[in-house]
């Protein structure tokens, strides 16, 4: 049994022999006592993807950031994560995905060093162990939320921010972690900190994510519209309206991204695949963030079984997923 084993964080205790003795505790070879093992605090978060379902370029900041406006949903296909707080040794990320850069550079790796200087606090060694399902480079905000879902989980731990403070250090970490913090159905402005809640979609609407096999440079693709200039732009007030009034149909038809002009004219498979959504029955079909992954929105959970089987033929990844609430946090 490992010192993780106690799910509350407390380690196992020795066991009594049958006489009631303890057993004693045998020193090193050089006379000195074994240490006492490090007292581990366990903790589990999930960290869910974001799909946008409006994105629209506003202009260049001058900071060098550009100002937008998007509407957010985050939805069922998830990472998983596992802290280990006080493991005495040296920090560590670890991920199931060997093309995660697993370093300093980690962006859950700069959310807790982040959490942990902004609190003053030293966890005495630290273990992250992340379980990735949301495909990288994907648009979909997959290390945004893994970082924000470290956050979430420390603040759980030591409770020293209110959650405006948290989305304050989030914004830190990344444009898109103050999102993925509040989660849920959102319209975000600013860099992507400045969010209004907006209401659950309705019910009965499914994704279906297709990743295809090129990744988009965020950096490069925003340097690509300072020039190109934006041509095609979402309706954001629509969008919002079509959210508040719970209309599947006119959500479905609003679904529209600045980038996706540009990344379809580079990349052709994007509107194959919008094509073979659409012809599944999708309501809608977009690209997220700054791609590469295309998403249709459809009403029926059969049509949208149907075009994943398709897709899976012509991309390496596709994923069904549903809308999911924002977290319950105090
Ligand atoms: O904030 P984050 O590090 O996630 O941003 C990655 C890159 O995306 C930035 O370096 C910048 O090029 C671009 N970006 C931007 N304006 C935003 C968000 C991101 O120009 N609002």
Redesign the pocket.
Known sequence: MSPSDCRDGTLPSASPRRDGTLPSVSPHRDGTLPSAPAQVTTLHETAPGKLNLTLDVLGKRPD?????EMVMVSVSLHDSLTLELGTGEPWSVTCNRPDIPVGEDNLCWKAAKAYCDAAGIDPEGLRIRVEKQIPAQAGMAGG?SDAAAVLRALNRHYGRFSQEELRALGLTV???VPYCLFGGVALAR???EELTRLPDLPGELNFVLAKPDFSVS??AL?REIDGAGVTGRPDTEAMVSAIRRKDRNAIGGLLQNAFEPLVAAQYPVVEELRQILLAHGAIGACLTGTGSVIFGLFCSKFRAFSAALELEEVCPEVHLATAVPAPNEP
Do not use: N
């Open positions: 060098g950031y550009h100002e937008l945004s990344g444009s898109d600013g860099r992507g965020t950096p925003f």
